[in-house]
């Protein structure tokens, strides 16, 4: 069992930043994968950036360049830095945690992005 909790979320005005961590607890040994994934308001969710054991990352191309997701394996905390924010971040972004050797996946309960213009 894995449980992922997310946090820093908030408001935050177009062009500005805030950082995201995905706290991992319990068989954090078992994780191959975590990703970032963001739902906004009658969308589907979306995957926004994972990040392997080894430290491989995935960003999709919409985010590229403005951001960066990374892990403290000491803390087994996945951080999702988003700069140059734009509205259309605006979504609940949660986190996903994939295991060695089963299809399970384990979600967090999100946390609530909302940038103004």
């Known amino acids: 069992q894995v449980q992922l909790v997310e946090s820093g979320g908030g408001l935050a005005q177009a062009g500005g930043s805030l950082r995201l961590s995905c706290a991992a607890s319990?068989?954090?040994?078992?994780?191959?994968?975590i990703g970032w994934y963001r739902q906004a308001p009658r969308k589907q969710r979306d995957l926004v950036a994972t990040?392997?054991?080894?430290?491989?990352?995935n960003v999709a191309d919409s985010v590229k360049g403005r951001f960066t997701i990374s892990r403290d394996n000491a803390n087994n905390t996945v951080y999702l830095q988003m700069n140059s924010l734009k509205p259309d971040a605006t979504a609940v972004y949660y986190c996903?945690?994939?295991?060695?050797?089963?299809?399970?996946?384990?979600w967090g309960q999100g946390t609530q992005v909302t940038v103004s213009s």
């Open positions: 996903k945690a994939e295991v060695f050797g089963s299809w399970r996946e384990y």
């Open positions: 319990g068989n954090t040994r078992s994780i191959r994968t």
């Open positions: 990040i392997t054991g080894r430290a491989s990352t």
